[in-house]
């Protein structure tokens, strides 16, 4: 409010997402493997910022280094919008994916396989850099339902301040419950990259991720912020609409067929 509202800068730096801040995201539901009955859900992908050569080695395409490209599930609730509290969506997170190393065929074919079981009303994806041909394909095969975003150093300032709303209002909520161990393991890692996320503002401009390098103290493990980019995406589903039923088959428009497209260029 301060730096949108009144042009007042923010002092110092800092951690964007205290403890108190934190605790704000826990939900009441459980996770669920795939879509249920009269639900909407969107996916949420931050693509990894190196591929994967081709023939590489298992053992190095798993480096805990290299980052990975993450993908959020959430169960999109528009009844809010009509709630005077609200008055926006609720943005449920319901499972995550996470691919590390996978050249780029292998990662379509699995998001395709994935949208067939979600069928979700939207696919937000990280069109930067190597996500811009990912996204190309995607839009082939799924059409308006793929919404593009690009990171530059202001439409990420507005990413975070969009994010820290949707967080501060209640509207993102973590599951409570899952009997999946890897769905435990991904929510820690979402919360210690928050943890470490640092911030400053510049000229208006939030500057903020968790900084190149840095390290878990407790592991040693080298921290990356994809599950946090990839949850902070939501925001890109603010003014879209969700009332129309969800596109089946019919709906899709079917282009060239990506994964042949990019078989054919190796």
């Known amino acids: 409010i301060k730096t949108q509202f009144f042009s007042e800068e923010l002092a110092g730096e800092g951690g964007l997402f205290p403890p108190e801040r934190i605790r704000q995201l826990q939900g009441s539901h459980t996770t669920h493997y795939a879509a249920e009955a009269g639900q909407q859900y969107a996916f949420l992908i931050d693509f990894a910022g190196c591929a994967a050569p081709s023939g590489a080695e298992n053992s190095s395409l798993a480096r805990p280094e290299r980052d990975a490209t993450a993908l959020t599930i959430v169960e999109v609730d528009t009844s809010t919008r009509a709630d005077a509290l609200y008055r926006a969506p609720i943005y449920r997170c319901v499972w995550r994916y996470e691919w590390r190393g996978t050249p780029h065929p292998t990662l379509l074919s699995a ?17 930067t850099g190597l996500g811009g041909p990912l996204t190309s394909f995607l839009q082939q095969k799924y059409g308006e339902r793929v ?11 507005r990413l975070g301040w969009d994010f820290l709303s949707v967080i501060d209002s209640g509207r993102w909520q973590e599951f409570a419950v899952s009997e999946d161990t890897y769905q435990l393991d991904y929510q820690a890692e979402f919360y210690r990259q928050m943890r470490f996320t640092a911030f400053r503002v510049e000229t208006g401009l939030l500057r903020w991720g968790v900084p190149d390098g840095t390290r878990d103290a407790d592991t040693g493990d080298i921290l990356h912020d994809d599950w946090l980019m990839s949850a902070a995406m939501c925001v890109c589903l603010e003014e879209r609409s969700f009332a ?18 990019m078989d054919e260029g190796f």
């Open 244 to 261: 129309s039923a969800l596109p089946d088959e019919g709906n899709i428009v079917m282009g060239a067929d990506p994964l042949r497209e």
């Open 111 to 127: 998001i395709h396989t994935l949208a067939q079981r979600w069928n979700p009303r939207y696919i937000v994806t990280d069109a």
């Open 147 to 157: 919404i593009p975003f690009v990171f530059t150093s202001r439409s990420k300032s």
